[in-house]
């Protein structure tokens, strides 16, 4: 009999829903919610109550989708953690309930791993160890892949994550929630050396992403007074400059732990391996470096409960199951 697993991802603010059978991702169901546009974050309150509208049917679109019926599947797997905690409580909730009602195993998945094993849904997959810079919009970190479950973090940010850091330097230009993209967008026709900016550098592997928000608000503040024009006709210069400055940080942190550790296999994942500079630069380094490197599809980068679902077809093939009194961790690490 094949292994269908019906994946559910609800850490923050899309909701999803995937069906894996045999390892093969046949849908990824994403609804996005809208609602936090305005307030310049993500709401918690409003994410979960979000959560509860969507999360039905989205799983029935993906169940129906799949050619799959319910009878079928082999277990539903889940986020566990980490993520915000009243979001997590719904997918959760859903998955307990499923899995009871058909008697199959529940299997817990930690959506950072989840991030970097969404490597495994298509070709070429990296092979280990690998190197895996995962940036989101809650987390920073380098991680040392030595197997599909085996993984451990050797850097991290002390305090913001980089998405955050595009995310508030967006808001203080003035742009809608969340950011990144568009910063991401206008820094295309922008020159990233129009203005410079303070790169920091942590000792080691860890990223400290806190100073640039500080410097982009002083920044701001000062061209302000002398016109107020100034974003409106410097927002493309404004946007590379900032962009480039973090892509900056991160991959210095990248060529260190790969020199460090040896490794030439070297992949990204999570919403910011979605940002065009990004890619680019590692590709640009990967040449010089001679790195492999692996950069994920686009769908497969911001939130999406495919990546769950081939978590925790490994998680299955090791039989590693949840019992029914398995609850959400907002904090889980890697
Ligand atoms: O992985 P993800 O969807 O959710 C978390 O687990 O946090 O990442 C969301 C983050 C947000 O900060 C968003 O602004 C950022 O990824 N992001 C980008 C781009 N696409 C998404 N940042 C820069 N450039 C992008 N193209
Ligand atoms: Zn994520």
Not at 41 to 61: C, N, Y
Request: net charge negative; hydrophobic share 45%.
């Amino acid at each position: 009999m094949k292994i269908n697993i019906l994946a559910i991802e609800s850490s923050c603010d899309e909701t999803s829903a995937a069906v894996i059978s045999d390892g093969k991702i046949l849908n990824n169901i994403i609804a996005t919610q809208s609602v936090h546009e305005k307030y310049g974050g993500v709401v918690p309150e409003l994410a979960s109550r979000a959560h509860q509208l969507h999360l039905i049917p989205v799983i029935h679109e993906a169940i129906q989708s799949s050619g799959i019926d319910k009878s079928q599947l082999s277990a539903v797997a889940f986020t566990k953690g980490p993520g915000l905690m009243g979001s997590l409580l719904v997918g959760v909730s859903f998955a307990k309930s499923f899995a009871y009602a058909l008697g199959i195993p529940l299997i817990e998945i930690n959506h950072m791993q989840a991030h970097i094993l969404a490597h495994f849904i298509d070709d070429p997959k990296p092979k280990f160890p690998f190197i895996c810079l995962t940036v989101s919009g809650g987390h920073t970190q380098l991680v040392l892949v030595e197997d599909y479950l085996t993984m451990k973090v050797i850097g991290e940010t002390m305090d913001d994550a980089v998405g955050e850091a595009f995310d508030k330097s967006a808001k203080l230009l003035g742009l809608p929630y969340p950011g990144g993209p568009l910063i991401d967008k206008y820094a295309k026709e922008g020159n990233p050396k129009a203005f410079a900016f303070p790169v920091s550098d942590m000792p080691g592997l860890n990223f400290s992403f806190s100073g640039i928000k500080t410097a982009v608000l002083y920044f701001l503040r000062d061209r302000l007074k002398e016109d107020p024009e100034f974003i409106t006709k410097n927002l493309n210069d404004i946007c590379a400059s900032v962009q480039y400055t973090l892509i900056k940080m991160l991959m210095q942190k990248l060529k260190r732990a790969a020199k460090e550790y040896q490794i030439n296999e070297i992949a990204i994942a999570g919403g910011v391996s979605a940002n065009f500079g990004l890619r680019n630069e590692l590709q640009l380094v990967a040449d010089i470096e001679r790195w492999n490197i692996y950069i994920p599809k686009f769908e497969y980068c911001t939130d999406n409960a495919a990546m769950i679902a081939m978590a925790a077809h490994f998680k299955y093939l090791n039989k590693e199951f949840s019992g029914l009194d398995v609850v959400p961790e907002a904090r889980m690490k890697l």
